[in-house]
């Protein structure tokens, strides 16, 4: 991410570390009890305490996180093994604050960089992965002290900006004071037969080397654990990790036109029994090469304002755009963002049906297993669900411990990438519709909607691959869901595949146009990208119909398909 107002959201398929285990492994999680590296981590955190509070400004708060990620990969194209490799780091990420809760070194320089706050005052560093207490200790010292002097730095321009520019809006506090948390959580470990997957992977991509003109195909099988430790010289000790599991399978063409035109499907689980089986799979790789064919037969849609149907996972990443990125708390304080939602607590902003929260607690929900759970936050905050709008009405925003006037605590939503400062982000988003309708009878809702606006088709947006939107107040407020498989529906019935369109909009007019939503819930995971980096989310939605949208072409490229047949099919 370049600048705080432009967040983009993918497929979850694209963001795990690839990687893993030479042998297969039963997971066998471990007593729950802490682990030597917490004990490590408070030693430390206690001495750097009590030298610092000889200084004249000492801090007031501290908080180490350690991330191990233990990762294993497969990955291949067009029937061939192209990586198979197991990898492993750990990172510290040190959160120092001088002042006080009201104002501290994190405050924002009006005027200032916003990218340069974020990574003044968070940093990612590299520690042993051996544990070794002596050496992780060295690492946490020397990261301690350079980022109380980074503090101290910036506490005096942070006094200083006060004191020369206009008050501002929000005149709450920098940090909210929150409960003390203790928990154990058990290790995780990986389980992944390595020469099994590379079958599966050759297996997986090689129906692609039967068509010329696609030329891309990978697929890519991860795994990975990650545990988490946290402390505070507020007393917190956290001990969280997790196992993944994902196979993700991708292709693309392109048209006589030059538009490239991609195919994405990926599987997240907790185990790897969760993955889909041999045959689900290949089925899905021969829609895949059938639906890549058909998108570079199919007509280009010119820009467009109509009806449409969002599918469930389409929705998902709609109201992830246009309304979650939006109610992130600290938007609500930054003098450059566009604070769309900040004055709407207890208005009407969706239609009464709707209602829309976040729950991180969620581990799963139709079947699905949910790559945006999590326990604790990055900042030590017990995960909670958050409703978020109820029957049409807006009731809270995501916080962090950045406070903003009239919410002065967090709600377990202060997530980062590791190494990057936590701030208010999107968990698991999940969208109710009181009254729902079949999925036929939405259908037949479109075409009524069609036929009174007078209007020669209305649209379904069947699949897509994510999305990004703009939040501030010095560029346009926008948003725009970018999909894959699209569909005209005409007034009787007829359904068309048609290419090239993006759907583009602004968050209150959009929401204005709600009409009505289905009875199959689907869902979206994917990784979510904003000023604290790459967290996992979920999107979790019924299919809706929208009475009116807007659609762009898509971006084109300028050259052709390649000119040479791939060498691959002279030997298929």
């Known amino acids: 991410m370049q600048n705080s107002t432009m967040l983009r959201c993918r497929f979850a398929a694209a963001f795990f570390a690839v ?3 030479a042998v297969p492994a039963p997971v066998r999680p471990q007593t729950g009890q802490p682990s030597h590296m917490l004990q490590t981590m408070k030693a430390e955190l206690t001495r750097s305490l009590a030298a610092l509070k000889k200084e004249s400004e000492p801090p007031y708060f501290i908080s180490y996180e350690v991330t191990d990620q233990r990762a294993v990969t497969v990955s291949g194209s067009f029937g061939y093994v192209t990586g198979s490799h197991e990898s492993r780091s750990r990172l510290l990420g040190v959160d120092l604050r001088v002042g ?12 200032g960089s916003s990218m340069f706050d974020f990574s003044d005052r968070f940093s990612l560093t590299q520690i042993p992965i051996d544990d070794d207490p002596a050496a992780i200790r060295s690492m946490l010292w ?9 503090a101290i730095e910036r506490l005096t321009k942070v006094r200083a900006n006060v004191q020369l520019k206009v008050e501002g809006d929000d005149k709450s506090a920098d940090f909210s004071k929150e409960p003390t948390e203790k928990f154990g959580g058990k290790l995780a470990t990986l389980t992944a037969d390595t020469r099994a997957w590379e079958a599966k992977i050759r297996k997986y991509t090689a129906p692609f080397a039967r068509d010329p003109k696609i030329y891309v195909a990978q697929a890519s099988f991860s795994a990975r654990a990650e545990t988490r430790w946290f402390v505070s010289s507020e007393g917190s000790e956290i001990q969280t990790s997790d196992p993944q599991y994902q196979l993700f399978l991708s292709a693309v063409t392109k048209s006589d036109d030059g538009m490239e035109l991609p195919r994405y499907e990926s599987f997240f689980a907790f185990t790897p029994e969760g993955l889909p089986d041999d045959a689900k799979v290949m089925g899905i790789v021969e829609q895949m090469i059938r639906d890549l064919e ?6 280009v849609v010119d820009p467009f304002t109509g009806p449409a149907i969002l599918s469930g996972r389409a929705s998902g990443v709609f109201f992830h755009e246009v309304f979650g990125h939006r109610i992130e708390g600290h938007r609500q304080k930054a003098a450059q963002e566009g604070q769309t939602f900040r004055k709407k607590i207890n208005e009407k902003v969706l239609p009464e049906d709707f209602s829309v929260y976040f729950d991180p607690t969620q581990k799963r929900m139709g079947g ?5 759970t999590f326990d604790y936050d990055d900042q ?6 958050v409703v978020a709008v109820e029957n049409g009405v807006f009731k809270n925003f995501l916080m962090s411990r950045s406070p903003i006037e009239g919410f002065s605590n967090s709600n377990g939503h202060g997530r980062s990438q590791p190494g990057l400062a936590p701030v208010s982000r999107q ?4 969208v109710e519709v009181a009254h729902p309708v079949s999925n036929a009878e939405l259908k037949k809702m479109l075409i009524a909607e069609v036929t009174r606006q007078n209007k020669p088709f209305g649209l379904w947006f069947e699949d897509i691959q994510g999305g990004f939107t703009l939040t501030g107040r010095t560029i346009p407020n926008a948003f725009n869901v970018l999909p894959v498989m699209v569909y005209r529906i005409y007034p009787d019935g007829r359904e068309e595949l048609v290419r090239g369109v993006d759907l583009i909009g602004t968050p209150l007019a959009a929401f204005s146009k709600l009409v009505a939503g289905d009875n199959q819930v689907k869902v979206f995971n994917g990784i979510c990208g904003a000023e604290s980096g790459g967290v996992p989310v979920s999107a979790v939605s019924p299919s809706v119909l929208i009475s009116q949208i807007e659609v762009q072409k898509k971006e084109k490229s300028q050259d ?9 099919q002279e030997k298929r």
């Open 427 to 430: 968990s698991i988003l999940i």
């Open 380 to 385: 030590g905050v017990k995960a909670r669900r």
């Open 560 to 568: 052709r398909l390649p000119v040479l047949e791939a060498p691959i």
């Open 100 to 111: 006080d809760y009201s104002l501290d070194n994190t405050h924002e320089i009006r005027g």
């Open 368 to 372: 699905t297993d949910l790559v945006g």
């Open 19 to 21: 990687a893993i285990v």
């Open 294 to 299: 058909a998108l570079r037969k199919a007509p």
């Open 142 to 150: 020397l990261q301690t002290d350079r980022k109380y002097k980074q």
